[in-house]
C-alpha cells in the first residue's frame, strides 16, 4: 500500500511538473511571436457586414481579445470587448481582423431596428460614388439631398411646387422666362435645388477590397444608403430619383440639423456664357 501510494504521489509530481513545463513553453512562444512589447485587441470570430449592431453578436459572445505584436497594431484598435457596446459597423470587418474606431459609429436618435426614426421612413438610393460622398459618409452621419434637372426635362408645375418652396418656385418661374406656367413646361437651363436640407444615413453598404496587408479599403463603385426621411420627402426624393440626378453632400456636426437653406441654382444659358465673356 505504502508503494503503490508513493507512485501515485509521483505521477502527481511529474503530471504538475510537465503542466508548468507546458505553460513555460507557452509563454515563451508568444514571447517569440510577439517580442516583449504586444497589445490585447479585439477581434470578431465570424465576418460581420457593413450596417451591423453589435449588442447582439456582444451577447452571443462573437468577439474574442488576442495579443497582437505592437508593430502590426492598426490604429485605433479596440481593445475592451465592451467599447462595442450600442455601436454600428460603418464597413464589413472579417473574421479575425482588428476592430478598429474608423469602422464604428454610435448614431443617434429614437429607432426601429432597421434605425428609422419615429414618424420618418427609409428609402434607399443607390448612387456611383462620386455622387455619394465618395466613400467618406458614414452610417449615422447627417447628408443634404441635391437633385439636377438639366435643360431640357419637361417638368409638370405641380412636381416643381413638391420641390420648391412658394418662394423659390416663382424665383425659378421668372428665370425661366416663363410668366402663366401650364401643366407642363421644358427647362431653358439646368437647374438644382436642394431637395432635402438634412437626413441621417441609417444603412450603408460601401463596396470594399482587401490590400496586400489584409486589411479593407473603400473602393470606387456604387453605393447604396437608406435615408431617414419624412413621408413628404421619401416622396420627393424617390421622384427626383426617377427624373433627374442625385447628390449627396456630407454635413459638419454644426449644420447637421438643418443643413444650409439655399435657393435653387439655375444654370447659365449660352446668352448669359456670351454676355459674360464679351463684359
Aim: hydrophobic share 45%; glycine share 8%; proline share 5%.
Amino acid at each position: 500500500m505504502r508503494s503503490r501510494g508513493l507512485v501515485v504521489a509521483i505521477a502527481i509530481v511529474l503530471a504538475i511538473v510537465a503542466a508548468a513545463a507546458v505553460i513555460l513553453y507557452t509563454e515563451q512562444v508568444k514571447k517569440d511571436a510577439f517580442g516583449d512589447e504586444a497589445t490585447q485587441v479585439v477581434i470578431s470570430t465570424v465576418p460581420i457586414p457593413a450596417a451591423t449592431r453589435l449588442d447582439l453578436l456582444l451577447d452571443q459572445g462573437a468577439f474574442d481579445v488576442v495579443p497582437v505584436s505592437n508593430d502590426n497594431l492598426v490604429e485605433g484598435a479596440i481593445t475592451d470587448p465592451e467599447q462595442l457596446r450600442g455601436l454600428s459597423t460603418t464597413a464589413p470587418i472579417l473574421a479575425r481582423e482588428q476592430i478598429t474606431e474608423a469602422r464604428l459609429t454610435s448614431g443617434s436618435g429614437e429607432t426601429s431596428q432597421a434605425g428609422v426614426s419615429e414618424g420618418h421612413i427609409g428609402v434607399a438610393l443607390t448612387l456611383d460614388g462620386q455622387r455619394a460622398g465618395a466613400g467618406a459618409i458614414r452610417l449615422g452621419d447627417n447628408v443634404a439631398v441635391y437633385v439636377t434637372f438639366g435643360k431640357d426635362t419637361v417638368v409638370l408645375n405641380k412636381e416643381l411646387k413638391a420641390l420648391l418652396a412658394p418662394a423659390q418656385l416663382k424665383k425659378f418661374l421668372a428665370a425661366q422666362g416663363v410668366t402663366d406656367p401650364s401643366t407642363a413646361f421644358r427647362l431653358g437651363a439646368d437647374f438644382t435645388t436642394t431637395l432635402v436640407p438634412s437626413t441621417r444615413v441609417i444603412q450603408i453598404a460601401v463596396p470594399t477590397a482587401t490590400n496586400e496587408s489584409g486589411e479593407q479599403a473603400a473602393t470606387s463603385g456604387e453605393i447604396t444608403l437608406m435615408l431617414d426621411l419624412l413621408p413628404e420627402d421619401g416622396q420627393a426624393v424617390v421622384f427626383a430619383n426617377e427624373r433627374a440626378s442625385i447628390w449627396l453632400g456630407l454635413l459638419p456636426p454644426e449644420n447637421k440639423d438643418d443643413g444650409y437653406p439655399l435657393d435653387a441654382f439655375l444654370g447659365p444659358t449660352l446668352d448669359k456664357l456670351v454676355l459674360r465673356n464679351a463684359a
